[in-house]
């Protein structure tokens, strides 16, 4: 069995383990889905590339189903990232996410599921990037994996160390605002990775649909940790 597959299944027997990412129930009636493919007319008819007006498009979506958090985006097939082109790639267009969206309120605090070391740390400030981010490293069963947060506040990375240890529930950061989370709607990006492929700081969020097997392997479903009913 690879590491990855191994990876999944052992996050299903954990479940009980981990606790909240955000300072937030994902699993109430104040929480819902969001649709980013190009099947949502209003994003389709939205200038994706001002932030101001993308956001109102968010809040327009959250206003619609009565909610104030919205969640979604393992392996959807999105149409958002042509408003960057940091995310083209040769000929091809990365548009398959591979994290989960959190769309909450900037100033949100972030958890830590599981006792982690620090891994990396970078302020990847692109238009259409990360922004800050944080990556964890965790161990279960004796298996090394790691989570990202993206899209936080710049303080957040104040007085961080490679190595520096969490408990499992400290707070780690907090939901960044634009324009200083990589210009996007306030959201957390959470992601987890079976490895790092020797990057630090960074990791892959969007891939082509050409890599959509190796991702998915290399990147379990993070709803595995995050336990929202509205994603499964």
Not at 13 to 27: E, G, I
Not at 42 to 69: C, I, R, S, W, Y
Not at 122 to 135: K, Q, V
């Amino acid at each position: 069995m690879n590491q990855s597959s191994n990876l999944s299944e052992i996050l299903s027997r954990h479940s009980h383990a981990f606790v909240p990412v955000l300072d937030a129930d994902l699993n109430t009636e104040n929480a819902c889905a969001l649709d980013f493919t190009a099947a949502n007319t209003l994003l389709q008819h939205t200038d994706l590339q001002d932030t101001v007006a993308f956001n109102a498009a968010v809040q327009q979506m959250l206003q619609a189903k009565g909610a104030t958090v919205g969640l979604g985006g393992y392996l959807e097939d999105r149409f958002i990232y042509q408003r960057s082109q940091h995310f083209d790639v040769a000929s091809q267009s990365r548009n398959l996410h591979l994290g989960v969206d959190v769309w909450i309120e900037a100033g949100t605090a972030v958890f830590t599921p599981l006792d982690a070391v620090v891994h990396s740390f970078a302020d990847n400030n692109n238009f259409g990037d990360y922004g800050p981010t944080i990556i964890l490293q965790h161990e279960l069963e004796g298996l090394t994996f790691y989570t990202l947060y993206g899209h936080l506040t710049r303080s957040s990375l104040e007085g961080l160390q490679v190595g520096k240890h969490f408990v499992k529930g400290d707070k780690t950061a907090e939901v960044g605002p634009f324009p200083e989370n990589g210009h996007w709607p306030p959201h957390l990006h959470f992601q987890v990775m079976a490895s790092m492929e020797g990057k630090a700081g960074d990791f892959p969020g969007v891939a082509t649909t050409a890599e959509k097997e190796k991702y998915q392997l290399l990147c379990p479903n993070p709803n595995l940790i995050l336990q929202s009913r509205h994603l499964a």
